[in-house]
């Protein structure tokens, strides 16, 4: 017979390895790499550091006054003068029958229907979880295609501009798929 | 075959290392998440709302739908906190006020052409199709006492920790048990040995000593047979283990590192519903999907500067919420205080979790565009996450996988069409998938 003493050392060690074994594994640090100067190239990655530049990022931003190709200039202020200006006379572009709403519906529903409701009443589910509030209906408010437009492109007190996850196209798409939504 | 003793002692060694083993699969079973309380509408807030009348409940609401974008009512937004207004002014310079500040501004008003100074130059939206008893009613709202939240909080947080806390505690207390269950039986075992020696003493029988029987590792030994069974178990099973070593090392599934700010996928896509687009809005047109620059933040954040009392969890506590907020603005150098840029702005270090190797071409808009693939098919059920981590291997093998197994996106591409009837006629199938499309050609992953 096994003495007691030596089967609780047995236990112990057992105890011991599987401690250590299961332990080991840490998820919070990348694991190891065969070959890591095959898999990291030596040019500099998106959002990679790089003492290259002043501000130590790789990322820089255009040098000003740059514009995109296809840029269109878009002439109304960031004012409140602006916002009525676009509201009086700004016109869309797009030829109202060539829109496809089912892709400008889906983009409404992905950037806006958060707050203002996939229906436009502005109950949105931030709005009913009483997480943002005072988003209006689009049925209350005198808006036109043109400041629709205007609010998607510097936004509107507290809401936020939707440039630089919507282009412009797609910004004229959304305001035609709110005027819809307000007229039903 | 010789019997050779102590079968007993090695037996036992078997159950405990099994009951070891046991318990430890149960502890990694019980570190998986728990399912995180859905965060119920402010039950709190409800209780806050005293009820004194029926005006500052109606109140309530008008102020939530047309005053609530600019103005809270104990901090500053847009406008000035309103709690307390009605003290501070006239009525009927409440009323012109509200119906149409910019004429009252035009006309001179004194306090009211401070209050536009003093506020920016910021204005205030007119209200003409607000009645002076809906102003009442608002009004009533703002003059209602601040809640005293020492007296809801705790209850409400109390209850919520219990309720949530449950889960962890009776897998705690099980865990506990075991493992007090275990020592007793390991005492037991020992006190039963040492009476039955002494019985056996007392009864005079001779206790089977040491030399009676052969060491075990000695018979063992000598048993050829056993030897040359038990060594090749063995390779097999370093080999097994080796091979399996070796296959994950630069697979970086469940990596999970901890980031600048402790931004939650749970709270944001899971509870508040935000499509997953709305940050990785390149996803949709470009390779990367991005992560969102902090300006998107600031489109919710100039707003939310703090977490509801709902939202905390047994693991992080609402202050712990509302510091992570703190650093973001921190970031994008936003004083809460003023509501206006510093300017004074530093980067969010995210730490990259998802990285394939350099010589691997992969293109996010050709998947959840052009194949209409689900982002949690490849991420997991990211919805869920309160920490993001890598789902998927993001090996070769998985994406080859997944290409074998696919159907490419026929109809609304007709763009493909082309290629689509000619590829199905050749392979003679309706649904092509997208390895029959060419997914598995090493020219398009690798370049």
Redesign the interface.
């Known amino acids: ?2 003495s ?1 003493m030596k ?2 050392y ?2 112990a060690l ?2 011991c390895t ?1 401690v250590l074994v ?1 332990s080991c594994h840490d ?8 070959m890591p100067n ?4 030596a040019g500099y990655e ?2 990679s ?1 790089s003492k290259a530049f002043k501000n130590g ?1 790789e990322g820089q931003l255009p040098v000003e006054g740059t514009i995109n190709r296809g840029y269109e200039v878009y002439e109304y202020p960031n004012t ?1 003068a602006g916002l009525e200006a676009a509201r009086a006379s700004l016109q869309s572009p797009l030829d109202p029958a060539s829109i496809d709403m089912d892709k400008a519906k889906e983009l409404y ?3 806006c229907g ?1 707050c203002h409701g996939t229906a436009g009443d ?1 109950k949105g ?2 709005v009913t ?8 209906s689009y049925k209350d408010r005198p808006i036109t295609i043109g400041s629709v437009f205007h609010v998607e492109t510097y ?1 509107l ?6 440039a ?3 282009n412009t196209h797609e910004r004229w798409m959304v305001a035609a798929y709110v005027m819809k939504l307000k007229s039903e | 075959m010789k019997k050779v003793g ?1 079968h ?2 090695i037996s ?2 078997c159950v ?2 099994l009951a ?2 046991l318990t ?1 699969s149960l502890t ?1 079973i019980a570190q998986n998440p728990a399912p995180a309380p859905a ?1 119920t ?2 039950p709190a ?1 409800d209780a806050a709302a005293p009820a004194a009348g029926g005006d500052a409940a109606k109140g309530k609401e008008l102020f ?7 103005h809270k009512l104990d901090a500053k ?2 406008g000035p906190a309103l709690r307390g207004v009605a003290s501070r002014r006239d009525k009927a310079w409440l009323y012109k006020w509200i119906h149409n500040s910019s004429e009252l501004i035009k006309s001179g008003d004194a306090t009211a052409v401070k209050l536009f100074a003093e506020n920016n130059n ?2 205030m939206t007119a209200f003409p199709q607000l009645s002076e008893a809906d102003i009442d009613n608002i009004l009533a709202y703002t003059s209602e006492p601040k809640a005293e939240p020492a007296k809801v909080l705790p209850a409400a947080g109390a209850s919520a920790g219990a309720e949530s806390n449950g889960e962890g505690v009776s897998n705690n207390l099980i865990l506990f048990a075991l493992a007090v269950v275990m020592l007793m039986l ?1 005492v037991m ?2 006190l039963v ?2 009476v039955l020696t002494k019985i056996a003493k007392a009864n005079g029988v001779e206790v ?1 000593t040491k030399e009676a029987s052969m060491p075990i590792w000695k018979a063992f030994a000598r048993n050829q047979f056993l030897v040359l069974v038990a060594s090749i178990f063995l390779l097999l099973a370093s080999g097994y283990y080796v091979y399996g070593y070796l296959m ?5 599934q ?5 980031q600048p700010i402790h931004y939650s996928h749970r709270i944001h896509a899971g ?5 997953c ?2 940050c990785h ?1 390149a996803a949709r047109v470009s390779k ?1 999907a991005g ?1 969102p ?1 902090l ?2 933040c ?3 954040h ?3 500067s703090e977490v ?1 009392d709902t939202t905390a969890t047994p693991d992080h506590s609402k202050a712990f919420y509302d510091g992570e907020i703190k650093k973001l603005y921190a970031a994008v150098g936003w004083d809460q205080s003023t509501q206006k840029y510093t300017g004074k702005t530093q ?1 969010v ?2 730490v ?1 979790i998802h990285n394939l ?3 691997v071409y992969f293109n996010h808009s050709q998947h959840v565009t052009v194949a209409g693939v689900e982002c949690q098919t490849c991420h997991g059920p990211v919805q869920t996450y309160e920490v993001m ?1 890598q789902f998927a291997p993001l090996t070769m093998g998985w994406c080859i996988n997944c290409h074998r197994e696919t159907d490419v996106k026929m109809e609304g591409n007709e763009y493909y069409t082309k290629i689509h009837e000619e590829l199905s006629k050749k392979y003679g199938v309706d649904k092509l998938t997208a390895a029959q499309m060419g997914g598995l050609e090493c020219g398009k992953c690798h370049y």
């Open positions: 017979m096994i007691p089967s609780i047995n236990i057992l105890v599987a299961s998820t919070s640090k990348p694991n190891y790499q065969y095959m898999y990291e190239s998106t959002y550091e990022k409140t529903d992905v950037y958060i502005g589910k931030l979880q009483g997480k943002f509030l005072g988003v209006p936004g007190n507290s809401m936020g501009s939707y630089n996850q919507l | 102590n007993h002692s036992r060694i405990f290392s070891i083993l430890f990694s965060s509408t402010a807030a939530n739908t047309n005053c609530a974008a600019c937004s847009t910021a204005v390991v075992l020992v040995n040492r089977s994950q090392i630069g697979v970086d469940d990596y999970e590192p901890i509870s508040n519903g935000i499509d687009k709305y809005s990367n992560i620059s300006n998107i600031m489109n919710c100039k707003n939310i509801s980067p270090k995210w990259r190797p350099d010589y981590k």
